[in-house]
């Protein structure tokens, strides 16, 4: 895995991080902003639950981002 | 057999499934099928990485689904699992294939040379692109194996905001 940004960031100014990256595909950027967002905003299940499941799936995916 | 049933609705099963979140299955379907509706990459470029991160999964409801739009002549498609020894794919599409080939279980080992070949080939914009279209496939086959879901046989455009989610 690298250990530099391998994408640069679309966003003068800003690190090349998910959202400036991202960015460089403004049409999926704004899609994804809209689904992710409305799972975290909204639902069934509770936020709890979310970010415990978000913290063990960054885990066993070995995501330190 | 699914762990539990989709809902009523006429669609497809994989959409079925997700329809039990109204809200989420209509973004979904707009995310997803920014690829096609949109025309991000070309048509075949996607099939095959699609294909092959099925086969990866050994996920039979995703491999049912052919998009007939990428026209993949069957002897390219047949050659798909053997990308690496076959002289049926061009040199962007084995720089796409690289790193399809690790995205389901080796994507730590996702090498800078592997990267660069795909920079020679692809700007930043159709990488971005690319990459997102893997991480969407090895997610279908995902949700399709954790929840069982049938596949059925489709030629058809695999994602549309406008149309059904195969």
Same mark, same amino acid.
């Not at chain 2, 389901?104 to 996702?110: E, F, L, R, T, V």
């Given at each position: 895995m690298s250990t530099n940004p391998r994408v640069q960031s679309a966003i003068p100014g800003q690190p090349a991080h998910f959202g400036s990256v991202m960015a460089q595909q403004p049409l999926l950027l704004g899609r994804f902003g809209e689904l992710y967002g409305t799972f975290w905003s909204k639902g069934v299940v509770d936020h709890r639950t979310k970010e415990v499941a978000r913290m063990r799936n960054a885990r066993v995916t070995d995501c330190g981002f | 057999m699914a762990w539990f049933p989709g809902t009523t609705i006429e669609a497809p099963a994989f959409e079925r499934w997700l329809a039990h979140r109204p809200e989420l299955n209509t973004l979904y379907k707009r995310f997803y099928g920014t690829f096609w509706d949109d025309a991000l990459l070309p048509r075949s470029l996607l099939e095959m990485c699609r294909v092959r991160i099925a086969q990866l999964h050994d996920c039979d409801a995703e491999l049912l689904v052919s998009d007939p739009l990428a026209e993949l002549e069957p002897p390219k498609r047949e050659a798909i699992p053997l990308w690496e020894h076959s002289? /049926?794919? /061009?040199p962007a599409e084995r720089a796409a294939l690289a790193i399809a080939e690790k995205f389901?279980?080796? &994507? &730590? /080992?996702?090498s800078d040379e592997e990267h660069a070949e795909l920079a020679n080939h692809f700007d930043e914009r159709q990488i971005v692109a690319l990459t997102v279209a893997l991480a969407l496939f090895d997610a279908n086959c995902r949700l399709r194996l954790v929840f069982d879901l049938e596949g059925v046989a489709a030629e058809t455009t695999p994602g549309s905001a406008a149309g059904p989610l195969h």
């Open positions: - | 002289e /049926s794919f /061009s389901p279980w080796a &994507h &730590h /080992s996702i």
